[in-house]
């Protein structure tokens, strides 16, 4: 069975702030993969990030930026100079494609962190 | 290029009743999942569509049932609804060959 845990409930910062949103997950398979979602107050879940467990290159994409170590099975996001519009709940969530299935791959998810940007 | 799209918004059923919500894939999508968000919680997964077939289920007990079209649209259909059943249902979708899911925007279903 997978688990994700995404400790932290909900983080406050003021504006232009770095924050970081942990993630640790529980898989005792080799292949699997780890991804993030935004879901704002409208509710749609957005897509941010797919990682596979073979690669444990770190990624930036503008003010994002994402840190994987399979050593403390830790995926975490890093949003650099915090704005007002990133304020949601953020999703940490694995999957684990099942080869026989064809790749079933339910997605297991955090129980998220709600991240509040104050101007 | 339109995105996953759910019907209807919201419903509002009776404990007992049933009830069936729809889902149309993005574009060139053809697996399908649907989840259940409880409010305050992170969405669990119900079950995966491909082909025409249930191939990878949660833990949802049988009152959950679904199907796929051949056109790769689905429905989730919920018997006998529970106050518990109450959440915001999601459906996602991917390619067969991806393993990122899109989502649509839910529909929010309460029940009383």
């Known amino acids: 069975a997978q688990k994700v845990t995404q400790a932290q409930t909900e983080i406050s910062v003021v504006e232009k702030e770095d924050v970081t949103l942990d993630c640790v997950y529980e898989?005792?398979?080799?292949?699997?993969?780890l991804f993030w979602y935004k879901q704002p107050p409208s509710g749609e879940l957005v897509f941010l990030i797919r990682?596979?467990?073979?690669?444990?290159q770190n990624e930036i994409s503008g003010r994002y930026s994402w840190n994987f170590q399979k050593s403390t099975s830790s995926f975490n996001f890093t949003i650099t100079a915090s704005q007002v519009v990133d304020s949601a709940v953020y999703f940490c969530a694995l999957s684990v494609p099942e080869a026989v299935r064809g790749g079933a791959d339910g997605l297991t998810f955090g129980k998220g962190t709600h991240l509040i940007i104050q101007p | 290029d339109a995105g996953v799209t759910q019907s209807p918004t919201h419903l509002i059923k009776t404990r007992g009743q049933q009830v069936t919500l729809r889902c149309s894939p993005k574009?060139?999508?053809?697996?399908v999942s649907w989840y259940q968000q409880a409010l305050g919680q992170g969405p669990q997964f119900i079950f995966q569509y491909y082909e025409e077939e249930e191939r990878q289920r949660g833990n949802f007990p049988d009152r959950f049932s679904g199907h796929q079209f051949p056109n790769y649209s689905s429905e989730l259909n919920v018997n006998a609804l529970l106050l518990g059943d109450s959440a915001l249902y999601l459906c996602?979708?991917?390619?067969?060959?991806?393993?990122?899911?899109?989502f649509g925007p839910g529909t929010r279903l309460t029940v009383t």
């Open positions: 990682r596979n467990s073979f690669d444990e």
């Open positions: 574009s060139g999508h053809d697996t």
């Open positions: 996602a979708s991917r390619t067969g060959n991806s393993y990122e899911q899109y």
């Open positions: 898989t005792r398979d080799t292949t699997y993969y």
